[in-house]
């Protein structure tokens, strides 16, 4: 640039790529109105290409070898003569700064330090501060905005929030753009040069958001929500793992031989554990490629003959994996050199070496924070009523019903629904989480009247395998028994749940991975961060890991999800309704998107008290209050001793103590019914009711020596 008339210093860095590029291919952007957007992906290149020890400051930049090369000497030096603009004030004090050192140093070799002087003389103040932070120093700041509030005092509005650098402190001029209500916008510019600090601006109206660095006028690291999954994450990994195709092996050759040059690592499914998934990004090769399933759930091949993806590694958002299908050996030879041409892309699809399609993930512009929500609220001249909702639901395929386990006006809403689609509709099935799949025998069983219902219970082990008091859910069994509705366990052992919640799905046995669905989706966001909301709100053990609830909480909907699609598939002309907690419905993130990702099969969903919020269900239902039956409790606490239930204590005022029964009483029968385990004991107790008597067989030691066995009639309540 500049004719050359001006030559790049040795010594003093090669500025001359950053201003050829700023006043090259920055000013077609900008003559675009996409100025801003060709400063994002300056700042995308950065996140991709320049990682570790492949960082340096702009000083020693002398030319272009790498995609990490260029992102500094091209794209930081770029924006930094951008950020010179900015400080200038106006175009002609940036432009007359340029004037005045080509003048000074033509055909001579000048430095980032002349440049410096040039900008000194034209601006009137010192400018070692700013060439050293961005010339001298190796890396980006990274901007933070939270605690955001609003303040309102007599006549007066404010809005406050904490603007934060992590890491080495910068001084920065950050803009700043508060939206208000009525459409208007507020820009400004904050000064920060602390590793914190707490904003407070006067406003004359009501704010709805603020975004911070909307144009991207600032050089920093990306925040996670502005930063978009691409195939340059892919190239610039220093540390990409290669995960061959299970089938067609021959037809990725040229893919594997060219990431292998590049000094990629090739790991076969087998190898990986479910900890190396989130460890690295990963190129994952192929149609039905099993850490494809492991990963991201079972994803549709492209119709073009060679295709490649990019999503946020969901184990690991500062990662990425990526997805390659080629439908030959000649479709990959004929797309695949074209790829690193590419590298700004989310998506790419090829026929004949032909690009197709193209496409960049959708991301935030600027760091965002959200205000005072507009509250939601609900035309009451367009209420509906429950028999209207079944109406509409009817001609789903699947039909989701939340609850709030402890809530009976919940399940009598289910009851409802189901008995509302049954008349509708004969051949239906009912899936059900509280059941899981050992249970299935037994339920199939039951409703097919083989057995009686103490015996469903016992053979179930309903109260081993579920807490919850067993009448919440018997008008539902009671209605399937008697009408022969198939009853499906979507559930997955509790056991298994647990295991992984303590310490993730690589602690499974063999036998146990095998009995887990193999197509795992970890890749929804929104889900991922409403988990860790409630994580954080009920997590109390130090030694939980989200990441091992985050496992536990999908393996749960996965195996449900799988479970609904298994009948569905066996029993076309079927169609189903799914009762389950709220938690695994709204939004359709948890148990229904991941059923539609493996049948395409329509659905609707059903909630009951749930928040007036946008997408959370297809119908809310209010239901009012109901009381469920209760079973009666002998008031007592019970240990296992030597395989037999043992009192160890008495509830206060209880009914056991009062009848006689003594500590270390030792449980043997509840109306000549046997009792070994406390599931026993529950099930004895859910066929009473509170005012019945039942007896209670206990074996006591004798004063003098040996046992002696005693009934006791006990009254409950």
Known sequence: WFGNQVYASPAGGNWAEGITTYLADHLYAERKEEGWKYRKQVLIDYASYVRGNSDFPLKDFTQRFSGGSRAIGYGKAALVFHMLRQMAGTDDVFFNALRAFLKKHQFQQASWNDFKSAFEAQLGRELGWFFNQWVERRGLPELHAGDATVEESQDKRFVAFDLSQRGEVYRLDVPVTVSFKSGSEKKLQLRIEEGKKRIRIELDQEPSKIVIDPDYDTARKLSESETPPVIAAILGDEKLVVVPPSKNASDYEVVLNGFRSRGAQIRSPESLAHADLGATSMLLLGEGNPVVDRLLGNMKPSAHGFSISVRKNPLNAEKTVGVVITSSAAEAAAAFPKIFHYGKYSALDFDNGVNAHKD?????????????????????????????????????????????????AHHEVQLQVLKGLHRRHSKIAIGMEMFQRPSQKALDDYIAGVIDERTFLKHSEYFKRWDMDYNLYKPILDYAQSHHIPV??????????????????????????????????????????????????HSTSPSKTFDHFYQAQILWDETMAESVDLFLSKNSDYRMVVFAGSGHLQYGQGIPKRVHRRNRLDYAI???????????????????????????????????EDGKLQISGFVQDSVSEKAGLKVEDLLLALDGHPVESIEDAKIALFFKRPGDTITVKIRRAAFIGGESEIEYPVKLQ
């Open 488 to 537: 499906v366990a979507l559930n997955l052992p509790r056991d298994i749940i647990d295991k992984v919640g303590k310490s993730g799905i690589d602690s499974l046995t063999p036998d146990e991975k095998r009995a887990i669905p193999q197509d795992l989706d970890f890749g929804d966001e929104a889900y991922k961060t409403r988990l860790k909301e409630v994580f954080a709100a």
């Open 606 to 640: 059903v909630l009951s008290d749930a928040e007036l919020e946008k997408g959370i269900a297809d119908f809310i239902v209010f239901p009012g209050q109901a009381r469920a039956p209760v079973a009666p409790k002998l008031m007592v606490y019970l240990k296992t």
């Open 360 to 408: 960049i993930a959708e991301t935030e512009r600027g760091i965002h924070m959200a205000l005072k929500r507009n509250p939601a609220a609900v035309d009451l001249s367009m209420l509906d009523n429950l028999s209207n909702v079944i109406d509409k639901v009817a001609s789903k395929r699947i039909v989701y019903v939340g609850e709030s386990h402890t809530n009976f």
